[in-house]
């Protein structure tokens, strides 16, 4: 099968490269191109297993060059000049500010009998986080990350608070970068104490039950040419002991002898045991390793190490672990585990699996909640610690709820619901009674009766049925005219459900529709929906969004010249080879922060842990997929390519800016049409988390601004509304 699916991608390319030609022959006349910067090419090749493979502009892979750095600011120059003339670009903007003003509020937690949770007035740049005694009273600051960088480009990362709550562990990140410090305040003081961790990425922080200190993950400190770009191996966890320096920090486990091994440290809540979850790039499976607190000397020994399946940990009574897996389930069960006698003929199942996917699970008033997507929108259940079910827990409509934290003696558990319609609400849950209360509901200046939700289902070329939401305003007209944004991802087990972004709502304001395809690759229908988009497989992706681009085509929703495609990161190399492969089903695409270069993305960061998504060019039979879909590599001199803006950030650490360069100074070459091929690269950013608000509402206006040229669109000037949700 693998065989004849390579023949067969073969051909389609073989076929693709005529319609290329043809296309390229009939592109209309360039006279309004965009003058672009002179990017040099390189006599640079590379054999992949006998196979020349020509990389002319490798030279942008040196962010840190002279010559790179004026490229960047060339680049900027023309993509800014080419917004700058574009009228309806402040009107978005102002409209992106009014609805971005809203008060926002994250999911409480209780620790040493406070509540903590997250607040943004509106506009602030990052969320200030609060400590409370009781839900009613008036809260303070513990920790505002405003005041850490004056421009908000310093993010808070992640927390943790000990379990007497005394005191508050924090990692920040600085201009989006993967790379953390960790530092720790006295949460009765609101003061930082002298500890401070650096060289930490993708960690959490596992306090020790006595709050004597706390495990975290690292990797060793990297040179100064190395922070952004350098690629990360032996990942190690350590415990750092409170009041001491990084430099006294005790080695709790690493694997010398497995470079690409990743760790995560969690300590049970009775503070008995440690458990190592043991990861292998982004594979969805793990290792779970553990150490008995309590017994001297005790060491770190293997409690599931078959790398078969995905484990994660919910909560111990005493010797018995409950976890979460898809062991035998590709849908994920409960079952729990006696640590005494770990072997899987010894598990006992609690909840098997459904039709349904389960997501998420948490054991709160010794109850388990359980969080599953149905058709990509959440249904949650809860049941006895024998897996009688208990109750289903009601939400307000097609949307998503997450959250559920908490522990087995709590009563009470807080969840957020948010749909396209609908700013994330926080619910308090009463385990005993069942019931929900709105705790926090924010209000935004729109009518969300105004518009309309919808979920279809198309058949992509093999005859997969998938799904899709599409939102627009009611009463929208099937005539083929709606500029239409279409959003995907397929990718890394990762589900995309409902949930609200005032910058979607004003594209939908403007008269736009959006829509989200929920791909193979991603995980709304378990392990298996997931494992047919990676890989020899990963075209799988490709055709399903294209056949959400053709459904949409062939249902009157839109029209090719008003259809636009956008994604980052994996999105992002999503939309890439969709506008190689089909240019002529698009007339605008917005690549993210995309993995362009599928040659060479393992020589970078953390690049080497998505073979288990990709698979590598270092194997021959994976070189020969990868190659065919590769962005960078599948652009055609003289082909008819869609409007592009490429979007990317300098401190991207994740997927490194170098894709994004390579990917727009090969389609500005190639680019045979009028339509522009620009780049946005943003300064003292990432590849996304943490974004001040200022740079999100920036970078959305430019988004839809562009769009609204490209697709020519004439959008009304927005109007406020009263009462709205």
């Known amino acids: 099968m693998p065989f004849k699916r390579a023949t067969l991608a073969l051909s389609l390319i073989a076929a693709f490269s005529a319609q290329a030609l043809a296309q390229a022959q009939t592109c209309p006349a360039a006279s309004a191109a965009v003058s672009y910067p002179t990017t040099k090419k390189v006599e640079q090749q590379d054999n992949y297993h006998g196979t020349m493979v020509a990389d002319p502009y490798r030279w942008l892979e040196d962010a840190n060059s002279a010559e790179t750095k004026a490229w960047v600011v060339e680049q900027n120059k023309v993509t800014q000049g080419w917004l700058a003339q574009i009228p309806e670009r402040e009107a978005i903007k ?15 937690s209780k620790k040493g009998g406070r509540y903590f949770y997250s607040r943004n007035d509106g506009l602030q740049n990052q969320a200030v986080l609060y400590i409370a005694k009781t839900l009613s009273e008036t809260p303070r600051v513990l920790l505002d990350p405003n005041t850490l960088a004056a421009d908000g480009t310093v993010a808070l990362a992640g927390t943790a608070v000990s379990p007497n709550g005394k005191f508050l562990a924090y990692s920040t990140a600085a201009s989006g970068s993967d790379w953390n410090e960790i530092k720790v305040r006295d949460i009765a003081t609101g003061k930082d104490m002298a500890d401070h961790i650096k060289w930490v990425k993708f960690s959490n922080t596992a306090w020790a039950a006595d ?39 005790a080695l709790a486990y690493h694997r010398p002898d497995q470079k690409e091994w990743g760790f995560g440290a969690e300590v049970t809540d009775d503070g008995r045991y440690l458990l190592i979850n043991g990861s292998h790039g982004t594979e969805a499976k793990n290792r779970v390793f553990i150490k008995d607190l309590k017994s001297k000397d005790a060491q770190v020994v293997g409690l599931l190490e078959a790398f078969d399946a995905s484990y994660n940990f919910i909560d111990n009574d005493g010797q018995v672990f409950y976890f979460m897996t898809d062991k035998n389930a590709p849908r994920s069960r409960i079952v729990a585990i006696d640590i005494r006698k770990p072997g899987i003929e010894n598990w006992k199942e609690i909840v098997a699996e459904t039709e349904q996917t389960l997501t998420g699970a948490s054991i709160v008033n010794k109850q388990l909640v359980l969080n599953y997507l149905s058709d990509a929108h959440s249904a949650v259940k809860v049941f006895d610690l024998n897996g009688k079910p208990v109750r289903d827990i009601a939400l307000p409509g097609l949307g998503t709820a997450s959250g559920f934290g908490g522990k087995a003696t709590d009563t009470e558990t807080f969840y957020a619901y948010t749909s396209f319609t609908t700013p994330a609400t926080i619910y308090r849950l009463d385990l005993k009674s069942g019931k ?11 009518d969300p009766s105004a518009f309309d939700t919808r979920q279809e289902f198309f058949t992509s070329k093999d005859g997969t049925k998938v799904p899709m939401f599409i939102v627009s305003k009611k009463g929208m007209k099937l005539d083929g005219s709606n500029p239409t944004y279409l959003y995907g991802y397929g990718g890394f087990n990762i589900s995309l459900t409902p949930s609200f972004s005032v910058s979607n709502l004003a594209w939908v304001e403007m008269g736009g529709v959006y829509v989200v395809a929920n791909l193979r690759g991603g995980g709304e229908y378990g392990e298996a929906w ?24 062939a249902n009157k929703v839109t029209s090719p010249a008003k259809l636009s495609i956008g994604g980052g990161s994996n999105g992002g190399l999503l939309v890439g080879a969709a506008m190689t492969q089909r240019p002529d089903l698009f007339g605008a695409a917005v690549p993210a922060v995309g993995v362009m270069d599928m040659l060479r993305f393992q020589k970078f960061t953390i690049g080497w842990a998505w073979a288990s998504d990709y698979g590598s060019s270092d194997n021959a039979d994976e070189f020969k997929a990868l190659v065919k879909y590769s ?11 869609p409007a592009t803006m490429v979007m990317t950030a300098d401190h991207d650490d994740r997927v490194v800016p170098a894709h994004s360069f390579k990917f727009a100074a090969a389609a500005q070459a190639a680019q045979a049409g009028a339509a522009p091929i620009l780049i946005r690269i943003d300064s003292k950013a990432g590849h996304g988390a943490g974004k001040p608000t200022t740079k999100q509402i920036e970078e959305v206006a430019d988004r839809w601004g562009f769009l609204t040229r490209a697709l020519d669109m004439h959008p009304a000037a927005p109007a406020s509304t009263t009462g709205g949700q």
């Open 94 to 108: 102002a409209r992106l500010t009014k609805l971005w003003n809203y008060e926002r509020y994250g999911v409480p």
């Open 211 to 249: 709050g004597s200190g706390f495990y975290y993950s690292r990797y060793d400190e990297p040179t100064e040419e190395g922070k952004l770009a350098g690629v990360n191996y032996f990942q190690k966890v350590y415990f750092h002991k409170l009041g001491t320096a990084q430099s006294a920090d």
């Open 436 to 446: 929900s209360s709105i705790y926090r509901q924010p209000k935004v200046d729109f």
């Open 530 to 553: 997931h494992k047919a988009g990676t890989k020899l497989q990963k075209q799988n992706v490709f055709d399903d969004f294209i056949g959400a681009a053709e459904w949409l085509v």
């Open 631 to 641: 962005p960078l590599h599948n652009l055609k001199q003289g082909g008819c390519y």
